[in-house]
């Protein structure tokens, strides 16, 4: 069965700091990648899209993937308390050129 | 967001009625998709619609779930004989806007309760 495995968390950083989300999947011949951050009571919103390995910058936020390991992760550096919200890790997997498999999420709180 | 629109925001329903649930999307999407998202998990996905193709269907839990997508534009998702593990929030999603072309888009869903 192909699957997308995050830690739930809930991670708890303090403001300022440098927060870590990491995310595996199952299907080795995946290439599409993605994290969305959903807000409580809110709908998902793409973050980033990431489809080469090593790292992506976008601002604050830095996608790394390692395809050889089946790992993606998302760095944000001077965690704010607006970033407090669950981040999903989404992976269009191996043979499906539209499905997107999403992991159950990542609960962040950012300390002020 | 980017042009989803979905109603109603909420419904509540007793157990045993029958549910339809509307994705008004951008005019111009490629593609449209509906999830459902229970308390405390990720996204599940229902249906898949693309152009003139046959749906993707694979997502749907029962035959008691349905959707049709009408004119390649407005969906509707209808749950017969609703229960209340049928209680979630229904996300309906785009892809093929002009700004991106695969990138999902979703709307603000549906919370069903059933009661």
């Known amino acids: 069965q192909k699957e997308v495995e995050q830690n739930s968390g809930p991670l708890s950083v303090p403001e300022g700091a440098i927060a870590s989300l990491n995310c595996t999947y199952s299907d080795r011949v995946s290439q599409s990648f993605f994290w969305y951050r959903q807000y409580s009571g809110k709908s998902p919103e793409l973050i980033m899209s990431i489809y080469s390995n090593g790292d992506k910058e976008d601002g604050r936020f830095t996608a790394q993937l390692n395809k050889a390991s089946q790992y993606i992760s998302l760095l944000i550096r001077d965690s704010q308390p607006s970033d407090s919200a669950t981040y999903l890790c989404?992976?269009?997997?191996?043979?499906?050129?539209?499905?997107?498999?999403f992991g159950k999420g990542t609960l962040l709180t950012v300390n002020p | 967001g980017a042009g989803v629109s979905q109603s109603p925001s909420n419904k509540v329903t007793e157990k045993g009625k029958d549910v339809e649930l509307r994705c008004d999307p951008i005019?111009?999407?490629?593609?449209l998709y509906w999830y459902r998202q229970s308390l405390g998990q990720g996204l599940e996905f229902l249906i898949y619609?693309?152009?003139?193709?046959?749906?993707?269907k694979s997502g749907l839990p029962s035959d008691r779930f349905s959707a049709e997508r009408t004119g390649g534009s407005v969906s509707t998702l209808t749950i017969q004989r609703t229960q209340q593990e049928d209680s979630a929030v229904y996300l309906c999603?785009?892809?093929?806007?002009?700004?991106?072309?695969?990138?999902?888009?979703f709307g603000p869903g549906t919370r069903l309760t059933v009661l």
């Open positions: 999603a785009i892809t093929g806007t002009p700004t991106s072309t695969d990138t999902q888009y």
């Open positions: 989404a992976v269009k997997m191996g043979g499906s050129n539209y499905k997107l498999t």
């Open positions: 619609f693309q152009g003139n193709s046959a749906p993707d």
């Open positions: 005019s111009g999407h490629t593609a």
